[in-house]
């Protein structure tokens, strides 16, 4: 799996995948902001290079939508397959 180009990129990353692990559902924007220490408009636009280097998946607009990927069997998949 392609890993995160910045250092920032990283921590939205990481943040996106502890914060979903622990809790079982998509963390808000303003939870990764506060877990990374980036303003929430870096963030915003930290996860849309994630989701487009096909890393998150993310309904922009809409909330809890924010969700990890993994690689499977070849693949990237959801997190919750």
């Known amino acids: 799996m392609t890993e995160a180009k910045t250092p ?13 692990a622990s809790r079982g ?8 902001a506060a877990r990374t220490g980036l303003h929430k408009s870096r963030v915003g636009e930290h996860l849309e290079r994630l989701r487009q280097q096909g890393l998150i998946t993310w309904e922009v607009g809409k909330s809890r939508t924010i969700t990890p990927r993994t690689k499977k069997r070849g693949a990237l998949v959801n997190f919750t397959t």
């Open 8 to 20: 920032q990129q990283n921590a939205v990353l990481l943040a996106v995948r502890d914060l979903y």
């Open 25 to 32: 559902f998509s963390p808000t924007i303003r939870e990764i």
